[in-house]
Structures are given as C-alpha cells and as structure tokens.
C-alpha cells in the first residue's frame, strides 16, 4: 500500500471534480437553448395543408408514444425503457451492455458470467438471484441457482429485443420471488415488425463471430403473426491474460494462453394466431474460465461451463367486450448446468438439471370507472431439480441430490383513481412454497399529476427471495461445505419517492430518493463447529441515495442523456461498508445525427465509483467510453455499423467473488466490432 | 469529510429540486423546431378529417361541434388548433374528461390510450350517442373505433371501420376512404 494515500487524493479529485461537472450539465441542461416561437404560426402551416400533404409529413415518434404510454407514467414504480432503435444505435451486444448503459446499473464480469448491481447493492457471487428475467413476461431464472442470465447466456438475440423495460426496486407484489431489486422484462420483436428475411454478420475483436438467420411475417388473413430466429455466436477470447496472483515458475509466471473462449448458438420461435401465442427457445453457451477458479489448475485448458436454457410458453390473451381482460399461460422450462473443473489429480463436473411446468392465470377489468383491478393465480410444478457433483477420473460421487417443489401464489392489485390526477396503487402477492411455507408481499404506491406533465410517485413496497435449491441442499459430501435445508427467504422493505418533470416538449428530468432495508440476506458462511462452509441468513443491508436523470432533444436531433446516482450503503450486522458497492455513478449518453439520420454516431459514457472487494481493497474507478457509427437508408434493405468499445483502452478491474485468488479480474481494453444487416 | 459533505449536498439538492419541481411548475417551453410533432400532427388531421364526415340531424342542431378527450390526454397544447375554427357552420368545442358520462353530448370521441383495457365498452356507448370514435392505438378499429390513427415509417395513417360509422349514424365521405386502410368488421 505504497501508494494508497496519493491514490485516495486522487481518487478524492478525480470525484469532486467529477460532481462539479455533473452539476455543471445539469444545470446547463435545465436552461433551455432556442427562442419561443408562437404555436399559432405552426398551427396555421399545417391547418392550411390538404390531408394528402399532411400524410406525407415525418413526425417525430421520440416521445410521441413512449410519454403516455400508461405503463411508463402510472407504473408504481421508477422505469426505464430501451428501444430496438438504442440497441441498434450504440451498438449493444449483450442485455449487460443495455443495463450497463442504465441509470443506477452498474455490471461485472469474471469471465465466466456477467453480474448486475443498482443502487450500490450486489452480493459479490451472487448470480443475479436479486433480479427478476422476463421474456414477454415468462420467467427465465433458473429453479437451481435462480440466475438471471444477462451476459453471453441470456437465450434471446439483443437483434431480436423490441424493448427493454426495467422496474426498479421490488415487485414482489405482483410477481413473486427474485423481484427484490428490480424486474428487467425483455420484450421481443412480432413477425410483422421483421417482415421478410433477415440477414445478420458481425466481426469483432478477439475473434468473435456472430451470424443471424430471422424470417418474420404477418398474415393479414389469418391474422398470424410468426418469427423464426437462429444465432450462432463464438469468440476466441483474450489469447493472453496475465494475473499477478499467480505470478510464479509452476504457474506460467501468471499468464494464461487461449483460455477465454465463449461460444453459443440460440434458436427462437414467437407465433401468434388470434387470440393465442406460442413462445418457445432454446440457447446453449460454452465459456472457458480462464481465472482458476475454486482452485482448479492455473492456465490449463477444460474448466469451463456450459448452460443451456429453454422454454414453452403457450397463451390465450384476450379482452372481451365486457372490458374484462383474461390471459391465461401455461409453459414449461428447461434448465441444464455442466461445470467442468480441472483439479490437480481429478476432473471434476458439478451438473445441475431443472424442469418444471406450471399454470398462470390472470384477470383484469375496470369497475366503477375507477378501479382497476388485477387479479391472478399461478401454479409451478419444479418437478425435476437435481444436482449431481463427482469426480471423472478417477471416478467418485460426492452428491446426487433430486428434488421436486411445489410453489403457488395468488395476487391482487387495484389502482384506484381517488380524484382526477390521483391515484393509490394496491397490491398484495402471497406465496406458498414446499420448502419454507408462506410469506405475503405487500405493495403501496401514490401517483399524483398535479398537471399534465409532473408525475410524482411515492411508493413503498416489500418484497421476498426464495432460497434457492441450490443454497438449501448443495454439498460436496460434507468435504468443504455442507447443506442448510433450514434456510429462510430474504425481505427486502423499500421507499422510494420520484419526480418524472417534462420540462419542455424535448425534455425531460426524473428524480429519485430511495431507502432500501434487506434482512436475512442469504450468505456463505464457515460453521465455527466443524469448519464446513454453508448458507445462513445473516446478514442486514441498509442502503439510502439519490439519482437524477436528465434527457434532452435537440431541435437539430441531437439527443442527450444524462444520469447520476449517488448512495451509501452499510451491512448493519458488523457496520462495515459493503463491498462492490461504488458511491456514485454516472451515465452520459449523446447521439448525432447526419445526412437525414442516415449516420448516427452514438457516445456513451459510463463512470463506476471505486469498489470494495471482499478483502478489503479497492478496485479503481474508471471511465469507460463506447461510440458507434451506423448508417441505414444508403442501399435499401441494408444497415451496418462500427462500433469502438472501451475507446481510450482504459484498464480496469471488477472485484471477484470467494471463489477466485484474485482481489479483482482485469476488464477487456479496446475493442471493436463491424456488424452488417441486411433484408429481402 | 469532503465525501460525505458532496452526497449530503447531492442529498439535499434533490430534495431541493423536489419540492421546486413540485411548487413552480415549470413553463412548457416550445423549444424552435422543424420537425413536427406527432399529436400536432394528429390534431391537424383530426379537424381536416372533420369536414368530410356527416352527423345526423340530431347532432347537426346543436350550437357547437364537441370533441371529447376521454382519458389521459395526450395533445397538450396541440389542440389549441381547433380554437376558433369552424365545421359545418358549428363552432368547435373541446371538453377532456376521464368518464364517459361528462362527454355524453360530444360529436367526437377521441380515446386515448390509457382507456384500451375498456374500449369496447365505450364503443358501445359512443355508437348509441352517434359519436364519431378516434383512437391512435393499436388493434382499436379492429375493436370498433371508427377511425384509429397509426404510424408507418414515421408518417401519420389511419384505419377507418366502416361498419362501426354505420352503427353511430355517420357517413364518411368516400374521399377520406381512399386515404385511409379500411378495416372490416
């Protein structure tokens, strides 16, 4: 530690001076540039058109719809939305790009799998069980770790997602175990939207190839909608990493050789035929891991993971003409983990297979023009949730584990207009499980619309995780740890109050205070009475902050985007700060238009405060840069685009969980990617 | 400590901004723009369209043609553009409710999104009233809203359900059917 004190001034500059220009932005943003101009004088120019000429008039869409949309403004809750159009232009490759772009998200990777944290809690280790996945509003957590799949693993092609939609803070009200945090809901593209065949390439550093085949149509006559989709994806990785942990003679004086290779493929149907859809996918992902993980052999090839995910979901949606809406769901998921490990003397595979199917049925309908009602049951059946650990050569079992749950719920939620511009959000979720009984999570919310644009929402709500199957019953045979079927679910408790402000027609600041209790949060403890490692409620976060947004459009269509969040957090049980927790973030984001939006060029910005590491250090803050260049419209039917990643090469480092030697896993410096599309 | 001083300062900045934000309302500033945005757009359409349908007698009689915004209203100012202008020889009237019954005697209905959950319910109502019904959502001609506005490549179209302006009384002008998609049901 040599060089800690001058490290933390710097640090201290590099964040004062960061919050002034922070400030200075916000600032600058809240004054409008440009002169007022009399509506009266563009309101004649367009009465005075015939109807034929104001047909061929372009509109500008870019808060037209999304603005009052009703999801977004009476949703009980602070949302965010990314559009096909913001994946395409900043050049998002993974659902971890998109939520890292997000305001109060930050990411991290050890090479094996991508980890979400907002607001400054993330559990290092923790596979995003805090996180609800939905595609269309099908679960996608698995039923033995109930991970979150955002990185390489997450099943859908980003060219296939419509829209992104996450809620942050706890739903568990309405959708029940891992939304503790936040719901990120993936919504995917319908045939019509595709229309014809489409064609997709890319190339980028490190040897990554990724091929898209998609076919979507509309039927009019038969009013069917269907999409096609097949991608096959492989990387080579970094051919060199070097980590001074292992910095030795019998381990390669710290460097490891072609050990970060990431291949899938995914396929994707999504039919829709009146009243009835079917979804269904199936993904594959093979990564190698390069870090030496849980002690396997340092630079040797073989320990990798491999997760396939797939589902069914079939439903009848339909809104009589009662006004009474009725989606009924049923589907099926399918859930396989083959870890390979490498151990001097053994090879070990750690598997994991779940399977279930299940029921939802959900009503909603307006009464007495006031109330809004949401209704729903839903029944899952984890019929298969096995976990099988053991040796290969030599040949030695040290679990096999099979399990079955049953879980079902029912929830209500109504929406009451109290007055015109106010309106009282309730809902209630109760939960049965087989394996820790019950629990109930409530939700209260305050939406209040003094006028047409101010929205502020006061809203608490609780929310619960389930221990997961792998938490209750994983053990190696009482060698390093040891089963804890007793375990709990953890609570969270949450208020929040939020400002969404149009502050000009192209303009638009949100604002938002939060508090966040989480008790009997689940971690790996050393029992003291046999030395075995096992899961416990133990511990007892409290986190407060703040975060602001700020978005702008520009006359000449330039957009801008700006988002800060600063918190503090504190595990309450030994009053230590938490680790991977950064104080403060900042999200910037600009996009360029030239030549009639043929070429968008698209900045973004990210800055991640320092964070703790489980052993007390620091991981150093950094800047990261990313711009892409795209351009649509110069040959019909064709679209590309270049994209810098990590643009200055920064170098910095994600802290890494108990199962790595490393303090923190280096990050990929520059990269880049060409990507071409094209439609028959 | 500087750190804490800057997340109490931040702290009590938003707070600051919460209550400013809450207290003054902050001017809608027309901000100098070519492009033109898409409720002012759909209004102007909306009042062009005006002229090419016909009411009953009924409707014809009353001092003032009367648009009804049912639900969360999403022109703002756009629709000051049917200020003093006229359709028909009547005067044109906009009144904004979140209830159907306050709009009983208007001539047009536009429902906006956030009544999709009941529109067939409204359609109903709006028929037996002889009003004529606008919406810009998808899927609401098919659900029997006279004329539903749409995007197509940024350009403004709309389906018209030739049916359903049957049953409110209405003739449209077949002028306005060759513009628009005419969806059967």
């Known amino acids: ?38 509506p009266d004088d563009a309101d004649s120019d367009l009465t005075t058109k015939s109807l034929e000429e104001l047909m061929k008039i372009e509109v500008d869409t870019v808060y037209g719809a999304s603005r009052y949309e009703q ?54 280790g923790d596979y995003n069980t805090r996180y609800l996945l939905m595609v269309d509003g099908h679960r996608l957590n698995d039923s033995i770790y109930e991970q979150a799949a955002i990185g390489t693993d997450f099943p859908v092609d980003v060219d296939l997602i419509e829209r992104v939609e996450v809620i942050r803070g706890p739903s568990s009200s309405l959708y029940g175990t891992n939304a503790l945090l936040g719901v990120i809901n993936v919504l995917t593209k319908q045939g019509g939207q595709v229309d014809g065949l489409e064609l997709s390439g890319e190339a980028g550093t490190e040897s990554t190839f990724k091929g898209r085949v998609t076919y979507g149509g509309y039927f009019e006559k038969r009013k069917a909608n269907i999409l096609i989709s097949g991608t096959k994806h492989r990387s080579r990785g970094r051919d060199e990493l070097f980590y001074p942990e292992f910095n030795s003679s019998d381990t390669n004086f710290g460097i490891v050789q072609k050990g970060d290779g990431d291949a899938h493929a995914q396929v994707f149907l999504n039919g829709a035929w009146g009243f009835l859809r079917l979804q269904g996918l199936f993904a594959s992902r093979e990564k190698d891991i390069p870090t030496a993980a849980w002690g396997t052999i340092f630079n040797q090839a073989g320990t990798r993971s491999v997760d396939d995910r797939g589902y069914m979901d079939f439903r009848f949606d339909r809104t009589c003409d009662s006004g009474l809406s009725l989606l009924a769901r049923l589907y099926y998921d399918y859930y396989r983990y083959d870890g390979h490990y490498a151990f001097p003397g053994a090879l070990n595979r750690d598997r994991a297979i779940g399977e279930s199917r299940g029921v939802e049925l959900k009503v909603s309908k307006v009464l007495l023009d006031r109330h809004r009602l949401v209704a729903g049951v839903e029944y899952t059946n984890y019929f298969r949730q096995d976990q099988i650990n053991g040796d290969e050569y030599p040949h030695n079992e040290y679990l096999n584990d099979q399990r079955s749950t049953l879980q079902w719920a029912a929830y209500l939620q109504d929406e009451i207009m109290l007055l015109p511009g106010l309106i009282l959000n309730l809902g209630v979720r109760f939960d049965h499980y087989g394996t820790f009984g019950d629990t109930a999570s409530p939700r209260l ?74 008790k009997n949060l689940i971690a790996l403890r050393m029992d003291a009475s046999d030395g075995l490692l096992v899961f416990r409620n133990v511990d007892k976060v409290e986190n407060t902050g703040i975060s602001m947004e700020l978005e702008k459009r520009w006359d000449n269509g330039i957009r801008g985007r700006i988002a ?32 009639d939006e043929r070429l968008m060029l698209s900045l973004e910005e990210q800055y991640v405060d320092s964070r703790q590491t489980i052993h007390g250090t620091a991981a150093a803050p950094y800047f990261l840069t990313n711009l892409t260049l795209s351009g649509r419209g110069w040959v019909p039917g064709l679209e590309g685009s270049v994209s810098l990643y990590n643009a200055f090469d920064e170098r910095y480092g994600d802290p890494a969980s108990q199962e790595h030697r490393q303090d923190t896993i280096e990050q990929d410096g520059r990269g880049m990617r060409v990507k071409l599309t094209c439609r028959f | 400590m500087p750190r804490q001083f800057a997340f109490k300062l931040a702290f009590s900045l938003t707070i600051a901004g919460i209550v400013l934000g809450f ?128 995007l197509q490549d940024q350009k403004l179209r709309f389906e018209i359900n ?22 059967q049901y």
């Open chain 1, 1 to 38: 530690m040599k060089n800690g004190r001058d490290g933390n001034r710097f640090i201290f500059i590099v964040k004062s001076s960061l919050f002034r220009i922070v400030l200075a932005a916000l600032l600058l943003f809240a004054f409008p540039a440009g002169a007022r101009q009399n």
């Open chain 2, 23 to 150: 207290l003054f309302p902050f001017d809608v500033v027309h901000s100098e723009e070519r492009a033109v945005s898409e409720y002012e757009l759909k209004a102007a359409v909306l009042y062009k369209l005006l002229k090419f349908v016909e009411w009953p007698e009924g409707n014809r009689k009353r001092p003032y043609l009367t648009v009804g915004i049912l639900g969360d209203d999403p022109f703002g100012d756009s629709l000051g553009i049917l200020q003093n202008r006229t359709v028909g020889g009547r005067p044109v009237a906009v009144r904004r409710s979140h209830s159907i019954h306050a709009l009983k005697h208007c001539d047009v209905l536009f429902v906006t999104r956030s009544e999709s959950e009941r529109v067939e319910g409204i359609v109903r109502t709006a028929s037996s009233l002889n009003m004529l019904t606008v919406g810009d959502a998808a899927g609401f001609a098919r659900r029997g809203i006279i004329i539903n506005f749409y």
């Open chain 1, 71 to 124: 999801k977004v403004t009476r949703a009980p809750a602070s949302v965010s939305i990314v559009t096909a159009q913001d994946i395409r232009h900043y050049g998002y490759r993974t659902l971890a790009d998109i939520l890292s772009g997000l305001r109060d998200f930050y990411i991290s990777n050890d090479r094996n799998y991508s980890y979400v944290g907002s607001r400054g809690f993330s559990r290092p």
């Open chain 1, 564 to 595: 800060y969040t600063c918190q503090e957090s504190e595990n309450r049980t030994d009053g230590s700060g938490l680790a991977v927790s950064p104080r403060h973030l900042v999200k910037i984001h600009l996009q360029v238009p030239f030549l």
């Open chain 2, 162 to 183: 030739v049916e359903a302006a049957k049953r409110s009384g209405l003739s449209i002008s077949s002028q306005v059917l060759k513009l628009g998609r005419v969806v």
């Open chain 1, 445 to 518: 919310a305050l939406i209040y619309v003094p006028w047409e644009d101010t929205h502020v929402k006061l809203l608490y709500g609780e929310a619960f995780r389930a221990p997961s199957v792998y938490e209750l019953y994983y053990s190696d045979g009482n060698v390093t740890s040891k089963a804890n079927p007793g375990l709990q679910p953890e609570k969270i408790a949450s208020s929040e109050l939020v400002l969404e402000q149009y502050l000009a027609r192209e303009m638009k600041l949100t604002a938002s205070l939060f508090r966040n209790t989480i």
